[in-house]
Structure formats: C-alpha cells, structure tokens
T-cell receptor, first 115, second 114 residues
Framework: AQSVTQLDSQVPVFEEAPVELRCNYS??????LFWYVQYPNQGLQLLLK??????LVKGINGFEAEFNKSQTSFHLRKPSVHISDTAEYFC?????????????FGTGTRLTIIP | GAGVSQSPRYKVAKRGQDVALRCDPI?????LFWYQQALGQGPEFLTY????????KSGLPSDRFFAERPEGSVSTLKIQRTQQEDSAVYLC????????????FGSGTRLTVV
C-alpha cells in the first residue's frame, strides 16, 4: 500500500517571501508524484508532476518540486509568493500497480499569504 | 465541452434518501474517475471506468454506492439510503487516451446529508 504525508496542515507566509510545502510518501514500488492546487469551491488543478527523468520538476505559476528518492520526499517550492497563491495544496502518489492511474492524496496544506 | 461538468453543484438529502450525481467528462476522454473528499481531507479514490467498463471499484465504501457509465460518456454515481457520513464533495475526473495522468477534474458536487 502507498501513502502520502503532508506534515503541515497550515502554512502562513508573507507576500513575496519564499515557501516550501513538504510531502513525504511511502511505497514499495516506483511511483509517480503530483502536486495539485484547490481554490475555494473549485476542483483540483495540476501544478506539476514527476513521471521520470530530471528530479527537479517545474510547474505552473512559478512552482517547482524536487523528487528525492532516498528521502522519499517531493517538496513543493516557490521563491516568491503572491496573494493569489492562497489555496489548499495536495500532494499525491500513484504507481499503476492496480492497472489504472488512481491517485492517493495527502490530507492537504492550506497556504495563506499575508499581505 | 471545455471541461468536466458535474451536476448538481450542491445537494442536500435527508438521511435515507437516494441521490444521483452526474458527471459529463470532456468529449473523447476514455478514462473516468470518481473521488470522495470529506471536509478537511484529501480526495479518496472511489471507482474507475475505461469507456463503459468499470475496471476498479475497490474504493466504494459500501454496497450503497453504485456507479455506471453505460455509453462510455456520462457517468452517474448513485448513493442509496444516504447516511450522514456520506456528506462530502464528490469529484469526477476524466483523462484522454494515450495520456499518462492527464487528469482534468470537475468542480465537484457537495452532498450534505441531514
């Protein structure tokens, strides 16, 4: 079985400051990793995904994440946040072991940007 | 359509009622997924379709939950004899063929059981 741990349920950050949202996973097989963002009353939007290749993945809205296999982590970073980044962020993992692309999500991190 | 459409947007049901939640995927998307998102939690997988075939229903929490996609397009998630613990946002996502994890999520249906 696979699981995802997002250690921080809430992260307040001042506008234009850097941010890191932490994600650790556990799985017995090779995995694919994802970060999604959810704005209030909306569905999930993909920020970035790691499928293979370079461990540094760049996504939309200036976000990036680094896959670290030895530490089983996939932390999300942004060098300078904006008010519009206020949202819930979900890390997810998948391994195709069930023959389909179902995702296992973490419990989410609420990012609040302070003006 | 331009995106995945879910209806109704909000549903209030009395405990014991049956409900039906609809998902219109993006045209041409063969894969369709249903997820359940309880308040303050991440989405949890319910079931997966490839065209009209339901290939994985391991996440359905009980036999009160039933999903179908008879013509390989629109899907309906039905919950019989709703209970308070069924209150959640139900998310649908679709994905095109030959696309690895090319999910597009709908905005969800918020079900409240009173």
């Amino acid at each position: 079985a696979q699981s995802v741990t997002q250690l921080d349920s809430q992260v307040p950050v001042f506008e234009e400051a850097p941010v890191e949202l932490r994600c650790n996973y556990s799985s017995s097989v090779s995995v694919y990793l994802f970060w999604y963002v959810q704005y209030p009353n909306q569905g999930l939007q993909l920020l970035l995904k790691y499928l293979s290749g370079s461990t540094l993945v760049k996504g939309i809205n200036g976000f990036e994440a680094e896959f670290n296999k030895s530490q089983t982590s996939f932390h999300l970073r942004k060098p300078s946040v904006h008010i519009s980044d206020t949202a819930e962020y979900f890390c997810a993992v998948s391994d195709l072991s069930f023959g389909n692309e179902k995702l296992t999500f973490g419990t989410g991190t609420r990012l609040t940007i302070i003006p | 359509g331009a995106g995945v459409s879910q209806s109704p947007r909000y549903k209030v049901a009395k405990r014991g009622q049956d409900v039906a939640l609809r998902c219109d995927p993006i045209s041409g998307h063969v894969s369709l997924f249903w997820y359940q998102q309880a308040l303050g939690q991440g989405p949890e997988f319910l079931t997966y379709f490839q065209n009209e075939a339901q290939l994985d229903k391991s996440g359905l929490p009980s036999d009160r939950f039933f999903a179908e996609r008879p013509e390989g397009s629109v899907s309906t998630l039905k919950i019989q004899r709703t209970q308070q613990e069924d209150s959640a946002v139900y998310l649908c996502a679709s994905s095109p063929p030959a696309s690895l994890y090319g999910y597009t999520f709908g905005s969800g249906t918020r079900l409240t059981v009173v």
